[in-house]
């Protein structure tokens, strides 16, 4: 039987923001990637120490620090896949096929790398907000629209703006909560896993936690909404409004929105430990996760987009700045925005089916730190590395 966290975990089945030994270094084309022995730096070994740290042993973890979009630190620790037997742990809620068998993984006592792919979990809100800025900058919506011009079904949308859907201040109801949204689910199964209307209708059934824009509460339905928004806006799905917008001009090979791609390997399993051992977690469905959380992807590609984020280009001086800026608490368009030691520290996380995540940004010092861990057992742990490892390296620059 799941221990009573696992069983906690999977019941809520949110996307909240709720080691071992070095096992493998990711090589990094043009950067100084992690070095081992007695010429290792100091904040490498730092960050080893970091790493070693986070329990439980073993489980697969990559780290990438990057400075002024410069990766300077790549390095994969313990295993992406502990090898057979498995043993799962809980209740296979989503009923989905698993990742080694969707992908035909060969399976063993794989090392994490720098180009292991992850489920990123809720990193995928920023993505999914970055699409409708894009579109906001485009002419094609506005933040500021009501989300009922664009889901006029949905009775209440009318007193909900975009904006307010990105900043978490709308008090819809997570719909990432069974059984309360089991018939909702089971009917997007029977679409072939692409129609939420049901999740829609059921949403409308409810009814709001508060007035909208008069407090933060954090609901994957805000993303998930999102993603419908942009599919009817743009014509396409959001996985393919990303790849083209996105993902492909940036090169970013690894990183999709559902499960990794057909011919992926270095692909990363999600487990449990438990009071018996580590567990395999069973796989949550992707595309029920949508905007809220279905990307998968590598912390080099992560990488990647962290650098097109610390400066114009692919976004306009004045949408970034709209990115970066809560309305309340200190949510703001799929990141978290707070201070450490008097300085802005911007980050998302994730936890989702085995896996936990962590992207952050230290803007002032144009440093980003990456943490991607397939046990989310992990946490809070891996959160609370990323401003650790981000003291390990800011002196050196």
């Known amino acids: 039987m799941e221990s009573t966290a696992t069983r906690r975990t999977l019941l809520k ?13 990711g090589a990094v084309p043009g950067a100084r990637a992690a070095s081992s022995g007695r010429h290792r730096p100091d ?9 070693a740290a986070i329990e439980p ?33 809980g209740e296979d809620f989503f009923r989905v096929e698993q990742l080694d068998e969707v992908l035909d993984l060969r399976r063993g ?10 489920n990123l979990g809720s990193i995928s809100k920023g993505f999914t907000a970055a699409a409708v800025l894009l579109l906001h900058e485009r002419r094609r919506l506005s933040v500021h629209d009501r989300l009922g011009t664009f889901l006029p079904g949905y009775r209440r949308a009318a007193d909900v ?20 949204f ?18 829609v209708t059921k949403l409308e059934s409810l009814p709001l936690q508060f007035e909208p824009g008069s407090k933060y509460a954090y609901s994957n339905s805000n993303f998930l909404l999102l993603a419908l928004v942009v599919q009817k806006v743009a014509g396409m799905p959001l996985g393919r409004f990303l790849h083209r917008h996105f993902f492909g001009p940036l090169r970013m090979r690894d990183t999709t929105q559902g499960y990794p791609a057909r011919g992926s390997r270095d692909v990363a399993l999600g487990y449990y430990a438990e009071t018996d051992g580590v567990h395999r977690a069973y796989q949550w469905s992707l595309p029920w996760m949508a905007g ?5 992807g590598s912390a080099r590609d992560l990488a990647v987009w962290n650098a097109a984020l610390s400066r114009p280009g692919l976004f306009r001086r004045e949408t970034l700045r709209m990115m970066f800026t809560p309305e309340l608490d ?20 994730g936890g989702m089916g085995g896996f936990r995540t962590m992207n952050a940004l230290f803007p002032d010092q144009d440093i980003s730190v990456i943490l991607l861990s397939n046990d989310q057992t992990t946490y809070p742990a891996i959160d609370r590395s990323a401003p650790k490892v981000f003291d390990a390296v800011r002196e050196i620059w």
Not at 163 to 179: E, W
Not at 187 to 198: I, K, N
Not at 292 to 296: E, R, S
């Open 13 to 25: 089945a949110s996307l909240a923001g709720a080691g071992g030994a070095v096992m493998s270094a």
């Open 57 to 89: 042993e073993g489980a697969g973890i990559t780290v990438a620090v990057s400075k002024k979009g410069r990766t300077v630190f790549a390095k994969g620790y313990g295993l992406r896949d502990r090898g057979l037997p498995d043993r799962f742990t």
């Open 292 to 296: 809220a959380g279905g990307l998968t």
């Open 43 to 51: 904040w490498h070994r730092r960050i080893d120490e970091i790493v």
């Open 330 to 349: 200190n949510y703001a368009c799929g990141w978290v925005v707070q201070k450490h030691d008097g300085k802005p520290y911007v980050w998302h996380n």
């Open 182 to 199: 089991q018939s909702a689910y089971d009917a997007f199964v029977a679409s072939g896993e692409t129609d939420h209307s049901a999740v």
């Open 161 to 180: 703006t975009l904006l307010q859907l990105m900043h978490q201040v709308t008090g819809i109801p997570d719909y990432n909560q069974f059984p309360l």
């Open 109 to 118: 006592r794989r090392r994490a790398t720098f180009d292991t792919v992850y």
